[in-house]
């Protein structure tokens, strides 16, 4: 059986698939602020730098003039906050009242880029790749653009991993976060290159200036970064106005806090509809809850903050059926009639139990010898009630052994220790994107800790375990009271 591999923690990816990390030129950027109120985590998520107050006072302007707000009823107005820009409430606002609705024709999305002059050469590309050329070439058009007053208040970069330059890249040195922050890197590369062949470069006519991979990948972050957990994939769009909502780890809900929904009871135009899932008094911010579901791995590289709680820390156990197998077949048809593959991914949760499909998909990987007796169609029906249960010792004793060894190797992979660490953190002060390496270096390694210790704990069991040839016997009527096995003598 071979060690299980440690990947990233799996999440609905917000642009597509992230694979195959190998190390690239990586910008530079600058730091930011995090502010912690209590339990209450607010971060800069924006950007490190806020816009000059005319572009956010144009912005403002353009949006009232087309349509989306009334300047003299504003519910909430865009407003310098510590995150850099946020939403502040112009008076007292009541829980779950509107306080920003968008029409789609403010949104920008596949739409937006179809009917636009470029729209004839993007129709095959994937939507985050056509929406980046769309922001990018608006982008440089500058004062010419349309929607230059939006773009205008966009950062030019964010806290996030894919903008760290290589010298802060070092302090997430074997973490998942790392490897993830590279596979998208080398994602964003691999589909700039073939874009830049196949639209930008044959076609220089329709765009101003040349775009270059950091362009390109400031255009990716940005849409990683603003874009609402419904608004991806497919359905990717970027919600002006909307989209300047920050988060706040004192929010507990996520979904009911916005809603798309038609405009009126005869209109066919969709509206973005955001609403406060907590009560205001004028001056303060509106703050809404990002990605529940989302682990500090995950919040670092889409928005560039980390948060506090430890059930945000996740960690990846990654098993697959070896095709060397010599009962490849047979275990990838019952891992497939259970609901797995080849290979599956587990999320360990920091002060969580094991998730409940881990153990027994273990068994199967490792399943071999005089237990290789499961793996024959006759037990097919019944093989993962079987594996739900400890098979044999030595089967029990080898998942023991490579999860131990596996993570003994992870832990060999890291710069400092969690004492070290834990000692950064006491002494405070560390800046912004240091201050997030030291928690996702912690959270990775306590995990990694408690994944051995679950596993320790399983082998000082292993005399006292049932195992499947016991069970058997029992059910047989063959075992006494005390454990011992009963024979029958012919007259």
Same mark, same amino acid.
């Given at each position: 059986?071979?060690?299980?591999?440690?990947?990233?923690?799996?999440?609905?990816?917000?642009?597509?698939?992230?694979?195959?990390?190998?190390?690239?030129?990586?910008?530079?950027?600058?730091?930011?602020? /995090?502010?912690?109120?209590?339990?209450? %985590?607010? @971060?800069? &998520?924006?950007? *490190? =730098?806020?816009?000059?107050?005319?572009? +956010? #006072?144009?912005?403002?302007?353009?949006?009232?003039?087309?349509?989306?707000?009334?300047?003299?009823?504003?519910?909430?107005?865009?407003?310098?906050?510590?995150?850099?820009?946020?939403?502040?409430?112009? /008076?007292?606002?009541?829980?779950?009242? %509107?306080? @920003?609705? &968008?029409?789609? *024709? =403010?949104?920008?999305?596949?739409?937006? +880029? #179809?009917?636009?002059?470029?729209?004839?050469?993007?129709?095959?590309?994937?939507?985050?790749?056509?929406?980046?050329?769309?922001?990018?070439?608006?982008?440089?058009?500058?004062?010419?653009?349309?929607?230059?007053?939006?773009?205008?208040?966009?950062?030019?970069?964010?806290?996030?991993?894919?903008?760290?330059?290589?010298?802060?890249?070092?302090?997430?040195?074997?973490?998942?976060?790392?490897?993830?922050?590279?596979?998208?890197?080398?994602?964003?590369?691999?589909?700039?290159?073939?874009?830049?062949?196949?639209?930008?470069?044959?076609?220089?006519?329709?765009?101003?200036?040349?775009?270059?991979?950091?362009?390109?990948?400031?255009?990716?972050?940005?849409?990683?970064?603003?874009?609402?957990?419904?608004?991806?994939?497919?359905?990717?769009?970027?919600?002006?106005?909307?989209?300047?909502?920050?988060?706040?780890?004192?929010?507990?809900?996520?979904?009911?806090?916005?809603?798309?929904?038609?405009?009126?009871?005869?209109?066919?135009?969709?509206?973005?509809?955001?609403?406060?899932?907590?009560?205001?008094?004028?001056?303060?911010?509106?703050?809404?809850?990002?990605?529940?579901?989302?682990?500090?791995?995950?919040?670092?590289?889409?928005?560039?903050?980390?948060?506090?709680?430890?059930?945000?820390?996740?960690?990846?156990?990654?098993?697959?059926?070896?095709?060397?197998?010599?009962?490849?077949?047979?275990?990838?048809?019952?891992?497939?009639?259970?609901?797995?593959?080849?290979?599956?991914?587990?999320?360990?949760?920091?002060?969580?139990?094991?998730?409940?499909?881990?153990?027994?998909?273990?068994?199967?990987?490792?399943?071999?010898?005089?237990?290789?007796?499961?793996?024959?169609?006759?037990?097919?029906?019944?093989?993962?009630?079987?594996?739900?249960?400890p098979v044999s010792r030595a089967n029990e004793e080898t998942i023991c052994r490579v999860v131990r060894d596996a993570c003994k190797s992870a832990l060999s992979g890291y710069g400092t220790t969690i004492e070290e660490d834990e000692k950064l953190m006491e002494r405070g002060n560390l800046g912004e994107r240091l201050g997030i390496a030291v928690r996702i270096r912690v959270g990775e390694k306590k995990l990694l800790r408690q994944i051995d210790d679950a596993f320790r704990d399983r082998e000082s069991e292993l005399d006292g375990l049932e195992y499947y040839q016991e069970r058997r016997l029992k059910d047989l009527g063959l075992v006494g009271e005390q454990?011992?096995?009963?024979?029958?003598?012919?007259?």
């Open positions: 059986m071979a060690l299980p591999r440690f990947l990233p923690h799996s999440s609905s990816c917000l642009l597509s698939p992230l694979h195959n990390p190998w190390p690239l030129s990586l910008l530079n950027a600058a730091g930011g602020r /995090r502010i912690v109120d209590g339990s209450a %985590v607010r @971060v800069r &998520i924006r950007g *490190s =730098l806020a816009p000059p107050e005319s572009a +956010v #006072a144009d912005f403002w302007q353009w949006m009232s003039k087309k349509g989306a707000v009334s300047a003299s009823s504003a519910v909430v107005k865009p407003g310098f906050v510590p995150e850099g820009l946020g939403l502040v409430a112009q /008076r007292d606002i009541p829980r779950n009242e %509107v306080v @920003v609705e &968008i029409p789609k *024709s =403010l949104w920008i999305d596949a739409d937006t +880029v #179809a009917a636009s002059e470029i729209g004839r050469l993007c129709g095959g590309l994937r939507p985050w790749v056509a929406i980046a050329l769309f922001l990018l070439r608006e982008k440089a058009l500058g004062q010419a653009s349309p929607w230059h007053p939006y773009l205008n208040i966009l950062p030019t970069t964010t806290n996030s991993t894919l903008f760290w330059p290589e010298g802060e890249l070092s302090e997430i040195q074997g973490t998942q976060l790392l490897s993830t922050t590279i596979g998208a890197k080398d994602y964003v590369e691999s589909e700039f290159t073939k874009v830049e062949g196949e639209v930008i470069l044959p076609n220089k006519d329709l765009f101003p200036s040349a775009i270059t991979l950091p362009d390109f990948l400031w255009a990716f972050g940005m849409l990683r970064s603003r874009a609402f957990s419904r608004l991806r994939g497919e359905n990717l769009a970027l919600v002006p106005l909307a989209d300047l909502i920050n988060h706040s780890s004192n929010i507990t809900v996520e979904e009911s806090s916005w809603e798309i929904k038609g405009k009126g009871l005869f209109s066919r135009e969709l509206i973005f509809s955001l609403r406060t899932p907590a009560y205001l008094k004028s001056g303060e911010q509106v703050y809404i809850q990002f990605d529940m579901g989302k682990s500090n791995a995950d919040l670092a590289l889409d928005y560039g903050f980390v948060d506090p709680r430890p059930d945000r820390d996740a960690y990846t156990l990654t098993l697959e059926i070896s095709e060397s197998d010599p009962f490849y077949g047979d275990k990838l048809d019952i891992a497939e009639s259970n609901g797995l593959a080849e290979t599956a991914y587990f999320d360990v949760v920091q002060g969580h139990t094991l998730p409940p499909l881990m153990l027994p998909y273990l068994r199967l990987v490792a399943l071999g010898g005089t237990d290789a007796f499961l793996l024959e169609s006759i037990f097919r029906n019944s093989v993962w009630d079987h594996l739900e249960l454990g011992e096995i009963i024979f029958w003598e012919t007259k």
